[in-house]
């Protein structure tokens, strides 16, 4: 088989089985413009000639008083004796290649992560309160991280894919009779005494299976429960990252 062939049938088998995974395992380069969340614990909500203090985003502090939160700002810790500056990323993350504020990029000591997602600055600054966001990608005023989202592969997911790498490369780029060459009408075979019955592929396929062994029991041992994709909470409050995706 040819070396693009192999390539393409490497990726083919990657994408299935991260797909199958429920979206987690695999390392992918991701960029966002992230806008840190405000609290505003020290500004309770006031009103005047019934205006509120700032956008109305209402939430009770961590004191059980009403306060009023801004769309951009800091975000205090309930745990921690001081606040922390610090912006909530999409995650898992495995590690940060780059943090660029106002065109500069920021050496690794000055910010670290904590699981899953958190972003926190450890120098001493606190990230901007909001950015240009029209402006590109490092230009003055702006704010973007670089990093790698998901889980890294280990021994046991590479031994599937290869598995199922091989299943896809000898029925669909081979001669062989798997992968894609499988007959699909066929159940059973009887000839000259002989009787053969076959597994449904469209059966164990609806289920999220692939039916190579190795990859099935990886899947298995990952995602017991077949979720197509992490789960999640959402809250109204939260601005998720912004991510340009063309051009």
Not at 202 to 223: C, H, I, K, Q, R
Request: hydrophobic letters at 35%; a neutral charge; aromatic letters at 8%.
């Amino acid at each position: 088989m040819e070396e693009e062939a192999v390539e393409r049938w490497r990726r083919v088998a990657t994408q299935i089985l991260w797909r199958l995974s429920g979206r987690r395992w695999g390392l992918c380069d991701v960029t966002v413009r992230p806008c840190r969340q405000a609290c505003l614990e020290s500004a309770p909500i006031s009103f005047q000639a019934g205006v509120g203090t700032g956008p109305w985003v209402p939430y009770i502090g961590v004191d059980g008083a009403w306060r009023n939160a801004s769309v951009c700002g800091c975000r205090p810790s309930g745990c921690s004796c001081s606040e922390l500056c610090e912006v909530k990323l999409e995650g898992p993350v495995h590690d940060v290649v780059r943090v660029n504020v106002d065109g500069v990029d920021l050496v690794p000591e000055a910010y670290r992560v904590d699981a899953p997602s958190l972003l926190v600055r450890t120098d001493g600054e606190c990230w901007p309160r909001c950015q240009e966001m029209a402006e590109p990608e490092g230009a003055p005023g702006t704010f973007t991280v670089t990093y790698r989202l998901g889980l890294e592969p280990d021994e046991s997911a590479i031994a599937a894919v290869s598995a199922l790498f091989c299943h896809l490369a000898k029925g669909c780029g081979g001669g062989g009779s798997c992968g894609c060459r499988a007959n699909k009408n066929i159940t059973r075979l009887q000839r000259q005494g002989v009787e053969m019955e076959m597994p449904d592929p469209t059966v164990f396929y609806s289920s999220g299976w692939t039916g190579v062994p190795e990859a099935d029991l990886w899947l298995m041992a990952v995602n017991p429960g077949r979720l197509s994709r992490p789960s999640r909470v959402y809250s109204p409050d939260y601005a998720r990252p912004r991510r340009t995706t063309w051009p």
